[in-house]
């Protein structure tokens, strides 16, 4: 499965693409889609750099699905504002290529990459680079966003790990349920 994450930001979103086979991980691509040189007053021209930069994105490496970090409310409510709408130009290209979209917060991909939550950015950057045996640190936009990837492919085997399970359950209880008959 090929995963796509992406850690959203209106100046600069990072993106990171991760082939997950079971508990495999292998580093595709990874960069980021910056907005620096539009001014800060052309705000619809930066949703769509957005917008367009991660359609090239999706269209080059061709994911499986994406995922994306759940904006935090931060104390300033207008950063929050544009944060959230930066993030939406992003969700809006990856349902528009018909990807699957799933968010986790800044708190679980850094638990599920570094082991804990509170991890700093340098922490990620070098987990991210053990896991994916890179040759040097990746930026910290980027590591983010691989490390959501990392987070999808895990947190997508464990789904898968509990379905199995399940339906092993009910094969089993459907089959007790027979016997009886």
């Known amino acids: ?47 769509k750099l957005l917008f367009d930069g991660l359609t090239e994105v999706v269209q080059r490496y061709a994911p499986d699905c994406a995922a994306v ?41 850094k638990q599920a990459v570094a082991g804990h939550g509170k991890a700093q950015k340098s922490a990620v950057q070098e987990m991210v680079r053990r896991l994916l045996r890179l040759p040097g640190l990746p930026g910290p936009d980027a590591a983010d966003a691989l490390g959501l990837a990392i987070t999808h492919g895990h947190s997508g085997r464990s789904q898968q790990l509990r379905e199995s399970a399940l339906q092993a359950e009910l094969l089993r209880v459907s089959a007790g349920i027979g016997r009886r008959r």
């Open 1 to 47: 499965m090929r995963i796509l994450g992406i850690d959203p930001g209106l100046r600069t979103t990072g993106f990171g693409v991760v082939d997950v086979a079971g508990s495999e991980l292998r580093y595709v691509a990874s960069g980021t889609v910056s907005t620096l040189h539009i001014a800060k007053a052309g705000l619809p021209a930066r949703l």
């Open 69 to 109: 970090e759940i904006v935090f409310v931060n104390v300033n409510p207008q950063s929050t504002l544009l944060l959230g709408q930066a993030r939406g130009a992003c969700i809006t290209a990856l349902v528009s290529a018909n990807l699957p979209v799933a968010e986790y917060t800044a708190l679980q991909m």
